[in-house]
């Protein structure tokens, strides 16, 4: 027997024994990293099939990129990326064809590129490279390359044999990985679908206990924001029209807090005199002006260790503005007639319906104080803009009603399609009014369409505020809508509102010297309702002539 004949007996049984092992490690509990290495260095260590690599598609699908190797250096894998839409090099051949790639010396191969071809340390002799496809149903989906260096009297015939029962194997266990982070993904996602369910419900039950009604994701959104800073110190600015919620966002986010088993005090700054919302907010000592028979605590020194709500702080006069930011600053209050200043530990939370930013611009608002109260600015969407919320807030409402009035009333389909069509100007104010009316007024059981859009179509052109920092140029087309809303339901186009310019003064006094000091005249030529009239003439300080 010759000594090549021995040398073929010795390399079938190595490469039965690779075989063995492979399928060894394919019974073993899946790790697909360590299993397809483990491959490549049997390849290597027992049939000095060196630099093993397992190259496939990248997440693009554009380029084939190694996803495991055996004996390579990082800077050789660096540079191991190939086209497959150029199907560069000997491996986007095999990717492409599905055939086996042989090169017998990669020195003598064109089109062999030795991007990341290793060779011993001085060695010259001629390096063999061999890639052998990974297929799924006839097709590749990845290549198995390893290299072969030196002079071996093995047949390559008998190394590609072995390697198409490791890519073989490889191809499996690709397969297996791909299907598990299938399933993984899918569960990652029910799983944080499941959180996030978990989360809205939570949201929605707190919301609700709150009298906060609608899953709309715009009133989730704003929910959301209150609830993770609930338990914070930060100040907190709601920000959004007439009528949406904002004392009750605000009272959430004081029950959700660590102050909530002390006081929630709530001031309108708009509700009160400038002259007495000094005395309101800071308190005096006795006898520190006319009238003031004894001590009285402000609203600060009463939200001590709770929250202090001050809506519409857009109203408040200029200096009061100084005398709140010293308060926050210095952390106690100064009451009017009082020497010294009384310590006070307390939660501001502020709302408005103005453009702030315009606000500050105008000279009418503190820049400094701005800052120090919109930490945490939170917008409350208008109701026109949560359709899906209508439903569910007019049962509501209804419900609350039917309690108080000791009634057993309900809405007709109909009269609901008619409320959700609605432009609702005065947004959840205006429907708890809207719906109020209507049960006072039913002469029967149900509340019909006809009966609700008589109803709206009373409802007199409203002024809609700025639509809140994110979107004040849209204020014009917000009341536009509103207007155009109620002009769908009644048939006519109700007199649009216009705001009110110093410059209207002398319109005005021309119309009334006009029609002889008679208001319903002159309201008609400046197509303003007599109210509207009225309205501004209170606004512009002109002297009230009654008809």
């Not at 049984?13 to 073993?28: F, G, H, N, T, W």
């Not at 598609?57 to 190797?69: A, I, N, T």
């Not at 605590?297 to 857009?314: H, N, P, S, V």
């Not at 952390?331 to 310590?343: A, L």
Request: hydrophobic share 40%.
């Amino acid at each position: 027997m010759t000594a090549t004949a021995l040398a073929g007996g010795d390399g079938i049984k190595q490469q039965l024994s690779v075989i063995q092992e492979i399928a060894k490690l394919l019974d073993r509990p899946l790790d697909p990293p360590r299993t397809v290495q483990s491959i490549l260095r049997l390849l290597s260590q027992m049939l000095g099939l060196n630099c093993g690599r397992v190259l496939a598609p990248d997440s693009s699908g554009l380029v084939l990129e190694v996803k495991y190797s055996y004996g390579l250096t990082h800077a050789r894998l660096a540079q191991g990326a190939f086209s497959v839409g150029y199907h560069e090099g000997v491996t986007g051949f095999v990717m492409r064809t599905g055939t086996i790639g042989l090169v017998t010396d990669i020195d003598q191969e064109p089109l062999y590129l030795q991007r990341i071809t290793e060779r011993s340390g001085g060695s010259h002799s001629p390096i063999a490279f061999i890639a052998v496809p990974i297929l799924e149903s006839g097709t590749p989906i990845g290549v198995l390359s390893v290299q072969r260096e030196g002079i071996r009297h093995r047949a390559f015939d008998s190394d590609i044999a072995v390697l198409r029962v490791a890519a073989s194997a490889i191809g499996q266990v690709m397969r297996i990985r791909q299907f598990l982070n299938q399933q993984t993904e899918h569960l990652m996602q029910e799983n944080q679908s499941l959180k996030n369910s978990i989360v809205m419900e939570g949201m929605l039950q707190k919301s609700l206990s709150h009298g906060i009604i609608g899953s709309s994701e715009s009133l989730m959104k704003a929910v959301k924001q209150c609830m993770q800073v609930a338990h914070s110190e930060a100040p907190v600015m709601l920000l959004g029209e007439s009528g949406t919620g904002k004392e009750k966002f605000a009272r959430m986010i004081h029950q959700q807090s660590d102050r909530s088993e002390h006081p929630f005090v709530c001031i309108n700054c708009a509700a009160i005199p400038p002259d007495l919302l000094e005395a309101e907010l800071f308190g005096y000592e006795k006898g520190s002006f006319t009238g003031a028979n004894g001590a009285k605590k402000g609203k600060i020194m009463l939200a001590d260790g709770g929250t202090l709500f001050l809506d519409e702080i857009g109203d408040m006069p200029l200096q009061l503005q100084a005398k709140l930011l010293r308060v926050l600053q210095e952390r106690q209050v100064d009451p009017i007639g009082s020497t010294r200043g009384v310590p006070v530990n307390f939660r501001l939370i502020t709302a408005t319906h103005v453009n702030m930013q315009e606000h500050v611009n105008a000279g009418h608002f503190r820049l400094d104080l701005f800052y120090r109260l919109n930490v945490v600015p939170v917008y409350l969407p208008p109701l026109r803009t949560r359709h899906e919320d209508i439903r569910p807030l007019a049962l509501h409402f209804l419900n609350e009603l039917n309690h108080r009035y000791r009634r057993n009333i309900t809405l007709h389909p109909a009269a609901l399609h008619v409320l959700e069509r609605y432009s609702w100007p005065g947004n959840v104010r205006q429907l708890q009014n809207v719906l109020e009316r209507a049960m006072l007024m039913v002469e029967d059981e149900v509340i019909d369409q006809e009966q609700m859009t008589r109803i709206l179509a009373e409802q007199s052109a409203v002024k809609l505020p700025k639509q809140g920092p994110d979107r004040p140029v849209e204020a014009g087309m917000a009341e536009e809508r509103g207007v155009r809303g109620e002009a769908f339901l009644t048939g006519a186009m109700p007199r649009a509102y216009q705001w009110v310019h110093q410059d209207d003064a002398q319109r005005i006094r021309n119309a009334l010297e006009q029609t002889r000091g008679n208001q319903a005249g002159a309201a008609r030529l400046l197509n303003l309702t007599t109210r509207q009239l009225r309205y501004r003439m209170e606004k512009l300080g002109l002297r009230m002539v009654r008809d």
